[in-house]
């Protein structure tokens, strides 16, 4: 078991571009959650999906960021016209079922940085 | 509001040394409390968790307590290494919510040096 897989572990963008960060849950799990983590803070919720289904997106910001798990493949977060601000760590987790009762496995992150 | 309040901020141990992390929180309802450790550049992985009914659970080094009447945790490392030295983070549970369940302390920065 690979656990859970996050890539690029680091990707670099002009201001402007999109960037696509990708993950592939542990086998077996079916629930995908997506944070950031800015210096200096908490891992912060952005959303949470099931296969083809957005559960809560109540963490993500409403213009150029957007979040897909199809039915195939791995979960997308996507950032369209990347600005400085969102150079950050974005952490996926996923879980077998609910997670107020099972733990979490983290991957590895993906570092953005916007220049 | 629901919060987690971590300290100290980072710590600075002698290797062989004892140390403890604090952790306050107000989240309610509450499920559970967990303490992970996050080394500098990966994710964080799991180290503790506990219900409202338990009091303490180890896992080899690590100690974590919890006192469920004044909303207060603490995570004991014994004997510390140069591999402690991480970022370890409280984490405690809302019950009955799934994607914003988990409400994440800034973490407190442990350096464990020879």
């Known amino acids: 078991n690979a656990g859970v897989m996050q890539n690029p572990r680091h990707l670099v963008r002009r201001r402007g571009q999109e960037a696509r960060l990708r993950c592939s849950p542990m086998?077996?799990?079916?629930?995908v959650y997506w944070y950031r983590q800015l210096p200096e803070e908490g891992l912060k919720f952005m959303v949470y999906?099931?296969?083809?289904?957005?559960?809560?997106e109540s963490g993500m910001p409403k213009e150029r960021f957007s979040a897909e798990f199809p039915k195939e493949g791995p979960s997308i977060l996507r950032i369209q016209q990347v600005v400085r601000g969102d150079s950050a760590a974005y952490f996926c987790?996923?879980?077998?079922?609910?997670?107020?009762?099972?733990?979490?496995?983290f991957g590895s992150g993906t570092r953005l940085t916007v220049v | 509001k629901n919060q987690v309040e971590q300290s100290p901020q980072s710590l600075i141990i002698l290797e062989g040394k004892n140390c403890t992390l604090q952790?306050?929180?107000?989240?309610?309802?509450?499920?559970?409390l967990r303490w992970y450790k996050q080394d500098t550049g990966r994710g964080p992985v799991s180290l503790t968790i506990?219900?409202?009914?338990?009091n303490t659970k180890s896992n080899g080094r690590y100690t974590a307590t919890l006192d469920a009447d004044t909303k207060q945790s603490s995570l004991h490392i014994t004997a510390s290494q140069l591999s402690d030295s991480a970022s370890y983070i409280c984490?405690?549970?809302?019950?009955?919510?799934?994607?914003?369940?988990?409400?994440f302390g800034k973490g407190t920065t442990l350096s464990v040096s020879s």
């Open positions: 506990m219900t409202f009914s338990e």
């Open positions: 999906l099931q296969k083809e289904n957005i559960i809560d």
């Open positions: 987790a996923s879980s077998p079922r609910d997670t107020t009762n099972y733990g979490y496995t």
């Open positions: 952790c306050n929180y107000t989240v309610s309802p509450f499920s559970n």
């Open positions: 984490v405690v549970s809302m019950a009955n919510q799934a994607g914003t369940a988990l409400i």
């Open positions: 086998k077996g799990h079916s629930h």
